[in-house]
């Protein structure tokens, strides 16, 4: 019963900065793993960030150094800031609760939570 909702995004030119929020319905990040996956057009879903219970991070490749993921368990949200942002970089971004973390790496399970997205759009 776990209800998730990202928000956060919008237009945004090369080189800006947003942050997304995924805002939880209840006091659950500081017991579950998260993960940000974003679906560019035409794309899978991929992971690109996230968070272990113990507040490990990870990042893909594309966007380490750029991205950040943080976490306040008092209002039970987490975010993305994502700053030199990239034409790429567009997609709707999602957030996923309750899968696995390990080997350095967050792993959707069937039990895990999606919001319903937030779309980023970076254009010049």
């Known amino acids: 019963q776990v209800q998730l909702v990202e928000s956060g995004g919008g237009l945004v030119q090369p080189g800006g900065s947003l942050r997304l929020s995924c805002a939880a319905s209840?006091?659950?990040?500081?017991?579950?793993?998260m993960g940000w996956y974003r679906r560019a057009p035409g794309k899978q879903r991929d992971l690109v960030a996230a968070m272990s219970i113990g507040g490990s991070t990870t990042y893909a490749d594309s966007v380490k150094g750029r991205f950040t993921v943080s976490r306040d368990n008092a209002q039970n949200t987490v975010y993305l800031q994502m700053n030199s942002l990239k034409l790429e970089d567009t997609a709707v971004y999602y957030c996923?609760?309750?899968?696995?973390?390990?080997?350095?790496?967050?792993?959707?399970?069937?039990?895990?939570?999606w919001g319903q997205g937030t779309q980023v759009t970076v254009s010049s």
């Open positions: 209840g006091s659950i990040f500081s017991s579950n793993n």
């Open positions: 996923n609760v309750g899968g696995t973390f390990f080997g350095g790496n967050y792993h959707r399970s069937s039990g895990s939570y």
